[in-house]
């Protein structure tokens, strides 16, 4: 049976809008298979999904909303501009060509996707007010950031108008990312937590299986809850039909301060990062 909707949380964003605390992510999942990813996705009760225009995906999650049945306003949606777009003009290009693969006039949260800080001599801050102009027109209901370190968001707090509404960062129990987590804590940004269970790395680990023991739940289930106790936002992906109903399923257990403790003490700091470093990355894939 699916979960209801109505136990997946809300959280309030800085500029007055809610975001379903859980969504389902279409990273690495092939543009034939996400149609049928997210629709499973849709129907298990998710209304949150997070692409991008790098993943390659959003004609196909555009679809799938629309085979859902479901009215748009009920399912979350958030893409993100790529990397080779971050001049204003090309970003508003690349903005309309997001709407125009998604087939729709609004996204619930746009994302600058890296910050890039050694190319486009380092300003991402021309970037960030084009992104002004999407929530300005009411395009992007929402504008956010991804994989901005501290030092990018103080830049942006000193030269902006506009605090984002979330920042997509790496997070997991091996790479909890905490000084950035709390620096957007304390001034209203919301952390969403990528790879929020490591592509599975995190679930042969001694201390989450026997945590999932105690509670009668899976090792995913157990990190996933770990991350919402501590107000992250996730999604994690899955194209395997039992795990997409596993992962939402979090909603009617907790872990206790003893067992969530335990998790914070697995963090290995930056030997735990899994993806590319924020200050170094710079791939510009190819356009589309
Ligand atoms: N902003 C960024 O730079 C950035 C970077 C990376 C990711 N993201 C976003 O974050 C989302 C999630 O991150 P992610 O896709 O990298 O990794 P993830 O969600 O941590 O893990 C996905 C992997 O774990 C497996 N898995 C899922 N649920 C499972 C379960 N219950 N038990 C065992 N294995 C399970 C999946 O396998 P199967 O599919 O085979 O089931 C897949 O291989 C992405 O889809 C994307 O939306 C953003």
Do not use: C
């Amino acid at each position: 049976m699916p979960a209801s909707t109505s136990t997946i949380p809300t959280l309030e964003l800085n500029d007055g809008n809610t975001i379903p605390q859980l969504g389902f992510g279409v990273f690495q999942i092939p543009p034939a298979d996400t149609a049928r990813a997210v629709g499973l996705a849709l129907e298990g009760g998710y209304r949150h999904i997070d692409t991008a225009e790098m993943y390659g995906n959003e004609k196909e999650v555009g679809e799938a909303v629309r085979a859902s049945g479901l009215d748009r306003a009920d399912v979350y949606v958030t893409s993100k501009l790529n990397n080779g777009f971050h001049r204003p003009d090309d970003a508003r290009k690349a903005f309309d060509g997001t709407l125009a693969a998604l087939g729709f006039d609004y996204v619930d949260l746009f994302l600058i996707h890296w910050p890039l800080p050694t190319l486009y001599e380092g300003d991402f801050v021309s970037t960030w007010r084009t992104l002004e102009e999407f929530k300005a027109d009411g395009r992007a209901r929402s504008i956010g950031v991804s994989n901005f370190q501290i030092t990018h968001l103080e830049r942006l707090a000193a030269e902006t108008d506009t605090v984002p509404a979330v920042n997509q960062i790496e997070a997991h129990p091996y790479f909890q990312n905490d000084e950035v987590r709390t620096h957007g804590e304390e001034r209203g940004i919301a952390t969403e937590a990528w790879s929020p269970i490591a592509q599975g790395e995190v679930l042969g680990d001694p201390v989450i299986g026997a945590i999932a023991d105690e509670v009668g739940r899976t090792p995913a289930q157990v990190v996933l809850r770990w991350h919402i106790q501590r107000n992250s936002i996730v999604f994690p992906k899955s194209t395997t039909p039992a795990r997409i109903e596993e992962n939402i399923r979090l909603f009617d257990f907790e872990l206790d301060a003893g067992q969530a403790a335990k998790i914070d003490a697995l963090d290995r700091g930056e030997a735990g990062r899994h993806g590319p470093h924020p200050d170094s990355f710079a791939y510009v894939p190819r356009a589309r």
